[in-house]
């Protein structure tokens, strides 16, 4: 792909994991993600060379020049990300390597059946769109024989998500994980947990919670906040949740399981997963991104994300993959 030019329809296949885990596989779909020819034309725009060496070196020369040229969060949580602003050649070639990367357009779910269901946490309107588009699934003949698994954190909403749920209707919700639960309430039509559980340590990083819902005719649905595994530098992210996640679940080798998250983050968390989830339990793993073109979503709609947005979670992406396939040895 030139510069400027639009991606290629069909978007490149993430590393493998969909019928089980086979290291292999996944090496030789990180190697086929990371040195495609829409993500080299990418770092050629913006003056990198390509890196030389192996798969390992690749991943650790692309992790470093995107932390020179596509981290704009700065340590930062998402919402606070600063948007840098592109001509309009390096914003389109930004939304087209995205595109080509898996970014852009959701793919339904590849199964009728999976033993467990997994909705990814987010900003407070993903929440939302997420727990919403679980039940939508649900509804519409994906069968879960295991259970639905909502999986959030104790981060602070900012006033600015706060107000959002106020203006779609949601009770107050002070965290992530509230937001999530207020979710799984409203869509599964559950007024309180069959089962509470966690510990409340004092500080949100230490802490954790478990609810469990019994909606009538739908599996289980149970909504987890997990404690960080580094505490003393940081909230819990996704790894921890989906660990977390495992240790309250009989994963079995070979087990369907599917993720939901939004388009952009499909990459990224899916090798997450891998890493965290596949290459451990052995589970089969399917990753989809909710998708836009259904009917406005629990009332909140997904902002379309920006050129500067991608670029950060191609980043997101790349470094998933090195910490993927450092632990595939």
């Known amino acids: 792909m030139r510069t400027g030019e639009e991606a290629p329809r069909g978007a490149l296949a993430l590393p493998t994991g969909a019928a089980g885990t086979s290291a292999e596989a996944i090496t030789a779909g990180v190697r086929a ?62 939304l087209a390597t995205a595109a080509a990367l898996g970014m852009v357009r959701p793919a339904p779910p590849a199964r009728s059946r999976y033993a467990h269901l997994v909705v990814l946490g987010g900003l407070a309107h993903a929440c939302q ?22 999986l959030g954190s104790f981060r602070p909403l900012s006033e600015v998500e706060r107000q959002a749920l106020d203006k779609a209707g949601v009770g107050p919700c002070d965290t ?32 954790w919670s478990s609810r469990t819902y019994r909606p009538a005719g739908c599996p289980p649905v149970r909504v987890l906040a997990a404690p960080s595994s580094e505490p003393a530098r940081r909230r819990a992210h996704t790894a921890d949740t989906q660990r977390f996640w495992a240790g309250h679940v009989l994963l079995r080798a070979g087990d369907p399981v599917l993720m939901v998250t939004a388009p952009i983050y499909v990459p990224f968390q899916h090798c997450d997963a ?13 990753t989809v991104g909710v998708d836009p073109a259904l009917p406005d979503l629990a009332g909140l ?21 090195r910490a993927l396939h450092t632990a595939l040895g």
């Not at 994980?177 to 949100?204: K, M, N, S, T, Y």
């Not at 709609?301 to 500067?308: F, L, N, S, V």
């Open 33 to 94: 993600w990371v040195g495609s020819a829409p993500l080299r034309d990418l770092v050629g725009h913006f003056g990198g060379d390509w890196p030389g060496g192996d798969v390992a070196a690749v991943l650790a020369g692309l992790d470093d020049f995107s932390a020179r040229h596509w981290d704009f969060r700065g340590g930062r949580e998402r919402p606070d990300a600063r948007e840098p602003a592109f001509d309009p050649a390096t914003a389109r070639l930004a």
């Open 129 to 150: 769109r997420r727990v919403a588009y679980a039940a939508h699934l649900l509804r519409a003949g994906t069968r879960v024989t295991g259970e639905v698994a909502v």
């Open 274 to 286: 891998l890493r965290t989830l596949a290459v451990p339990y052995g589970c089969a793993l399917e």
């Open 176 to 207: 992530e994980v509230a937001a999530l639960d207020a979710a799984v309430r409203r869509e599964f039509r559950v007024p309180a947990p069959a089962q509470d559980d966690g510990r409340d340590a004092g500080h949100p990083h230490h802490s």
């Open 301 to 321: 709609p997904e902002p379309t994300p920006t050129p500067g947005r991608y670029l950060q979670e191609i980043r997101s992406a790349i470094r998933s993959m």
